[in-house]
């Protein structure tokens, strides 16, 4: 009996890093896809020596309110007590890559591995409107990216699940 819950729990965790792994793939192809949009080709005639640091953008508190709405909504499915928000909350490329109950599956089987979570620590990145969360939950602490546009409506492009880190 208990090889079995053995297998069942590597078979749930080699399903999750899976999927993890296909949310991973839907923000590397977003952001790739979103930066070679952004791409100036007057940058690229500026000689390295007249470059400067690169400047960060200017705040923008709309922005910041929807990433910590979208995350608070994805938490809250997380935890199983919303639903997954509809595709109109993501970007098309996401949407192309990660369907809503690859998400769910996802989400369940994180959920059931680790148990109840909160946020633990939040660190904003570098990169506008990215932000990454330490949930602590009761058995792990599992890091979370979340990304979302620089303009309205603000969708999610990029959600990463990192495998957690056991507690002892």
Same mark, same amino acid.
């Given at each position: =009996?208990?090889?079995?819950?053995?297998?069942? $729990?590597?078979? $749930?965790?080699? %399903?999750?890093?899976?999927?993890?792994?296909?949310?991973?793939?839907?923000?590397?192809?977003?952001?790739?896809?979103?930066?070679?949009?952004?791409?100036?080709?007057?940058?690229?005639?500026?000689?390295?020596?007249?470059?400067?640091?690169?400047?960060?953008?200017?705040?923008?508190?709309?922005?910041?309110?929807?990433?910590?709405? %979208?995350?608070?909504?994805?938490?809250?499915?997380?935890?199983?007590?919303?639903?997954?928000?509809?595709?109109?909350?993501?970007?098309?490329?996401?949407?192309?890559?990660?369907?809503?109950?690859?998400?769910?599956?996802?989400?369940?089987?994180?959920?059931?591995?680790?148990?109840?979570?909160?946020?633990?620590?939040?660190?904003?990145?570098?990169?506008? +409107?990215?932000?990454? +969360?330490?949930?602590?939950?009761?058995?792990? +602490?599992?890091? =979370?990216?979340?990304?979302?546009?620089?303009?309205?409506?603000? %969708?999610?492009?990029?959600?990463?699940? $990192?495998?957690? +880190?056991?507690?002892?």
């Amino acid at each position: =009996m208990q090889n079995n819950t053995k297998e069942t $729990r590597m078979h $749930r965790k080699s %399903r999750h890093a899976l999927l993890s792994t296909a949310l991973a793939c839907a923000a590397l192809a977003a952001q790739a896809q979103s930066s070679q949009g952004a791409a100036n080709p007057a940058a690229a005639a500026t000689p390295p020596a007249a470059e400067a640091a690169p400047q960060a953008p200017a705040p923008n508190p709309a922005a910041e309110k929807a990433l910590a709405q %979208r995350f608070q909504a994805l938490l809250a499915a997380f935890e199983g007590k919303a639903a997954v928000p509809d595709a109109k909350t993501f970007t098309e490329d996401f949407n192309k890559q990660v369907t809503s109950d690859q998400m769910k599956q996802v989400f369940n089987d994180v959920h059931q591995s680790v148990g109840s979570c909160k946020v633990g620590a939040q660190m904003t990145s570098p990169t506008p +409107y990215i932000t990454s +969360y330490l949930l602590q939950c009761d058995k792990a +602490y599992v890091p =979370m990216d979340i990304g979302i546009e620089e303009k309205a409506p603000y %969708r999610v492009h990029s959600l990463l699940i $990192r495998p957690g +880190y056991w507690k002892k």
